[in-house]
């Protein structure tokens, strides 16, 4: 990644399942077009995913499947940073000392939080508390004008800004107040099991989810199965969150508004448009998955790639860090 004056920005993905059209919709794509226009710096969050229980073994697949598939959708290391969380120390180490500068109230209104406590009864632990301030340090460690997410993110995206106003204004400006970019269609894709609640990789019932590495029969299968309402009229309204879901997703593989989409299902049943949303995605995908195999049997490419991305992230990371502990008052090396 050359220096350059361009406004720079940081996402990640935990590599906690496969990953899901909803994060594609919702976040990914958005990684891949901002390459031409801004210096992108993207991670694997795998810190972030070990607030939940990992099987050691899936993890690690989970981790280098993830990578492959985001250079699949068109990660490009020559534009862009691409590395694994876990390999800059930085991010742990700002982690802590942003928990400092961050209160007990905010962390607690986090919905994330209290979602995932609610999911993970038996395993309410510090970390999945302080997640937030993490990906605070994982934003502000670069000096990201922009962050692209979902809208479950928001939250966490505004705490970030809070902790570094409040960071600038203790001592004087060191961070970035980063901006979230969430697209205006995609931002929330529903699980097809249960359309009132998000798409979710770490979702137990694999009909809610379509991941993008399954195959064509089976996005079929799951977008006809897909739960819809009793009206049978391909329209988007109010309470039809089931079609308004599909409609979304529809509008985003082939860029047709939602006008457009109601025109060409006029007079015709949820049977017809479920078979078209389930094709159009399935086309959508079968690229991605070829270029997904080609990159797993090479691995000796991916290693390389996120060895030296990380080495160049760490580099950026350490000047922001060093800067922040000369502010706060500890004594240098
Ligand atoms: P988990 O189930 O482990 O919490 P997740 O599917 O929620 O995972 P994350 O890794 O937390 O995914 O999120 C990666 C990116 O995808 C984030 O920017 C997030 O906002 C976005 N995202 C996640 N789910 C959706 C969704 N259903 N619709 C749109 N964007 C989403
Ligand atoms: N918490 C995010 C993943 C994430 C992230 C980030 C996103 C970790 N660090 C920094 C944007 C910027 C999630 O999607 N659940």
């Not at 694997?44 to 993830?66: G, S, Y």
């Not at 699980?191 to 019932?205: R, V, Y």
């Amino acid at each position: 990644m050359e220096q350059t004056n361009k406004k720079r920005i940081f996402s990640a993905i935990q590599p906690s399942g496969v990953i899901t059209l909803g994060n594609y919709l919702g976040a990914l794509r958005n990684w891949v077009s901002f390459q031409e226009e801004y210096e992108c710096i993207y991670a694997l969050a795998d810190l972030h995913t070990i607030t939940v229980r990992q099987e050691p073994a899936a993890l690690r697949k989970n981790t280098m499947e993830a990578y492959a598939l985001l250079l699949a959708c068109g990660v490009d290391l020559d534009k862009s940073l691409f590395f694994i969380q876990s390999h800059v120390h930085q991010h742990a180490e700002l982690a802590w000392i942003l928990n400092c500068y961050t209160q007990f109230g905010e962390l607690s209104r986090m919905t994330q939080f209290k979602d995932k406590s609610l999911k993970h009864a038996d395993n309410i632990n510090a970390g999945l508390f302080t997640y937030p301030a993490l990906m605070a340090a994982d934003i502000l460690l670069y000096g990201a004008d922009l962050v692209p997410i979902g809208a479950d993110q928001k939250q966490h995206l505004e705490l970030a800004r809070d902790i570094a106003i409040r960071f600038n204004g203790i001592y004087s400006p060191t961070f970035t107040v980063p901006e979230g970019f969430i697209p205006k269609t995609g931002a929330r894709i529903m699980s097809l099991a249960d359309p009132t609640k998000k798409m979710s990789k770490s979702d137990e019932n694999v009909n809610a989810t379509i991941c993008l590495l399954d195959r064509p029969e089976d996005i079929m299968r799951k977008f006809k199965r897909a739960v819809t309402d009793s009206e049978a009229c391909v329209r988007y309204a109010e309470g039809k969150d089931g079609i308004n879901n599909l409609m979304g997703i529809y509008s985003c593989v082939t860029g047709k508004s939602y006008e457009e989409i109601e025109k060409e299902f006029d007079g015709r049943g949820y049977g017809d448009f479920k078979t078209a949303v389930g094709d159009a995605v399935a086309a959508h995908l079968a690229p991605i998955q070829e270029k997904f195999r080609a990159y797993m049997a090479d691995k000796a490419f991916m290693e390389k790639s996120y060895r030296e991305s990380a080495e160049k992230a760490s580099y950026i990371a350490e000047k922001m860090l060093a800067k922040v502990k000369r502010k706060i008052g500890f004594v240098g090396k």
